[in-house]
């Protein structure tokens, strides 16, 4: 079990934060991505985000110089919020393709006639995918019990804030009333319950 734990913990040091790096390089300069096309970005951002990794992979003490012992609550409260970040991971995939998925939209111009995606999920909360991969990292942080692992769930926090702020602009920027409208009738992370909007 001891090495279980380790390599989730290992999972969630070597894998969020190059994720994040990846958007992080993506929507801020969208609109220069977008004069250069997609697979020139990807020929920049993918081999930043791999190597940022395989140096977390490498550079990983600080993950074993913080284990807090196995802790059977809390591995099964980080599977059930594991499982839950899987649900909601798979009404996201309803909606959305892989190149959705890995932010071509973002290094497109925009073709006329676009249309804002605001079902589904989408009609409760306008980010689900951050709120899922938080749900999955505090569950696998969780799972693992190492305080590394927790130091990435807590810099999430306002890791994802900014993104969505960030995200947000480009939105508006894509979109203009029609976003703004949908910003109005549907909150950002927290899922709107009941019926949809």
Same mark, same amino acid.
Do not use: C
């Given at each position: 079990?001891?090495?279980?734990?380790?390599?989730?913990?290992?999972?969630?040091?070597?894998?969020?934060?190059?994720?994040? /790096?990846?958007?992080? /390089?993506?929507?801020?300069?969208?609109?220069?991505?977008?004069?250069?096309?997609?697979?020139?970005?990807?020929?920049?951002?993918?081999?930043?985000?791999?190597?940022?990794?395989?140096?977390?992979?490498?550079?990983?003490?600080?993950?074993?110089?913080?284990?807090?012992? =196995?802790?059977?609550?809390?591995?099964?409260?980080?599977?059930?919020?594991?499982?839950?970040?899987?649900?909601?991971?798979?009404?996201?995939?309803?909606?959305?393709?892989?190149?959705?998925?890995?932010?071509?939209? =973002?290094?497109?111009?925009?073709?006329?006639?676009?249309?804002?995606?605001?079902?589904?999920?989408?009609?409760?909360?306008?980010?689900?995918?951050?709120?899922?991969?938080?749900?999955?990292?505090?569950?696998?942080?969780?799972?693992?019990?190492?305080?590394?692992?927790?130091?990435?769930?807590?810099?999430?926090?306002?890791?994802?804030?900014?993104?969505?702020?960030? =995200?947000?602009? =480009?939105?508006?920027?894509?979109?203009?009333?029609?976003?703004?409208?949908?910003?109005?009738?549907?909150?950002?992370?927290?899922?709107? /319950?009941?019926?949809?909007?």
């Amino acid at each position: 079990m001891d090495t279980v734990r380790y390599l989730l913990a290992v999972v969630v040091w070597a894998t969020i934060p190059p994720a994040f /790096l990846y958007w992080y /390089l993506i929507h801020p300069f969208a609109g220069y991505w977008r004069t250069v096309g997609p697979a020139r970005t990807y020929l920049v951002v993918v081999p930043l985000a791999v190597l940022t990794m395989g140096m977390l992979i490498r550079w990983r003490g600080p993950v074993a110089a913080t284990d807090l012992g =196995e802790n059977w609550a809390l591995f099964y409260s980080g599977l059930i919020l594991w499982s839950a970040s899987i649900f909601l991971d798979r009404r996201i995939r309803k909606h959305l393709d892989f190149s959705t998925l890995a932010g071509v939209p =973002e290094l497109r111009p925009m073709p006329p006639g676009g249309r804002l995606l605001n079902e589904g999920i989408y009609g409760r909360m306008r980010h689900p995918r951050y709120v899922a991969v938080f749900v999955a990292t505090l569950g696998w942080s969780l799972m693992a019990n190492y305080g590394a692992a927790y130091a990435v769930t807590v810099a999430l926090v306002p890791l994802i804030l900014f993104l969505v702020w960030m =995200e947000e602009k =480009e939105l508006v920027g894509r979109f203009g009333d029609v976003y703004r409208d949908y910003q109005k009738r549907v909150p950002a992370l927290i899922p709107r /319950l009941g019926r949809q909007a």
